[in-house]
């Protein structure tokens, strides 16, 4: 079999993917097969072209709104709100060791999330690397009482350099999850980018779907500190773009006009 280039690994994303709301995966095709691989591809570059900044917002209440809010590639950032009423209907908790016991909302994510991380944490633990999970999914009404509570401490500024406002947060996606580790006192802190547990996270992030969502260097065009715990689904294929060319998801995703 020949060696995958970038245009034959976009034309392995086959019909298995589901373009409105799932990852598109690779997969090793034949000749025989080019048909579909090229539907395929096409179906890949309509589904970046649909989900375009430019045609996935819309004003609603003098609120700049997603419209796209159950795609796994949904920009939610400060100029682009989720609804207040939006909650993914598809959240299980994932079978991942998380830093705190019992029940919580937070252990949540959408299912095609959740089935990543479990791999993403199985590698870990194959490689020596003992990472949980602290926090995943949160509603509106949740991510309002951190921002206020934040903003009450630090004053509404820097509360939003490190915290976002309602509607703002990746987490109400149900596609983000902060990951610590013990080196790190299990805190979300920058420090935790400098464990091995760290380092290990940003190499391999990337083969299971999910990017750092906010980078190093990367705070003007996010809008926020950089969070080496932070990671967010997307899926493999375009994880993997994302990581190699050191883009932002804002970046990626205005390339598809």
Do not use: C
Not at 116 to 122: C, G, R
Not at 139 to 147: E, G, N, P, R, W
Not at 192 to 204: D, I, Q, R, S, V
């Amino acid at each position: 079999m020949k060696p995958f280039t970038r245009k034959s690994i976009i034309s392995t994303m086959l019909i298995g993917s589901v373009v409105a709301g799932s990852a598109f995966t690779t997969l090793p095709i034949t000749s025989s097969l080019n048909p579909v691989a090229s539907a395929a591809s096409s179906s890949f570059t309509q589904f970046l072209h649909d989900n375009a900044p430019g045609r996935t917002i819309k004003t609603i209440k003098n609120v700049a709104t997603v419209t796209n809010v159950s795609s796994t590639v949904v920009l939610v950032n400060k100029k682009r709100n989720l609804p207040s009423t939006y909650a993914p209907q598809d959240l299980v908790v994932p079978n991942i060791p998380f830093s705190f016991s019992g029940s919580s909302p937070k252990k949540q994510m959408r299912k095609v999330a959740a089935t990543a991380i479990e791999k993403l944490f199985a590698a870990a633990k194959k490689d020596g690397i003992d990472i949980k999970a602290v926090s995943g999914y949160r509603s509106y009404a949740t991510q309002k009482s951190i921002f206020d509570r934040n903003a009450s401490i630090k004053g509404e500024a820097v509360a939003n350099k490190t915290s976002a406002r309602p509607g703002q947060s990746e987490h109400q996606t149900g596609l983000a999850m902060d990951i610590s580790s013990a080196s790190a006192g299990y805190g979300l802190e920058q420090s935790f980018g400098n464990t091995k547990e760290g380092k290990w996270l940003k190499a391999n992030a990337h083969k299971y779907g999910f990017i750092i969502r906010y980078g190093k260097d990367q705070e003007k065009l996010t809008g926020y500190s950089y969070e080496p715990w932070h990671v967010r689904y997307v899926g493999v294929y375009i994880a993997g773009e994302i990581t190699n060319q050191k883009l932002t998801l804002e970046q990626y995703l205005e390339r598809a006009k």
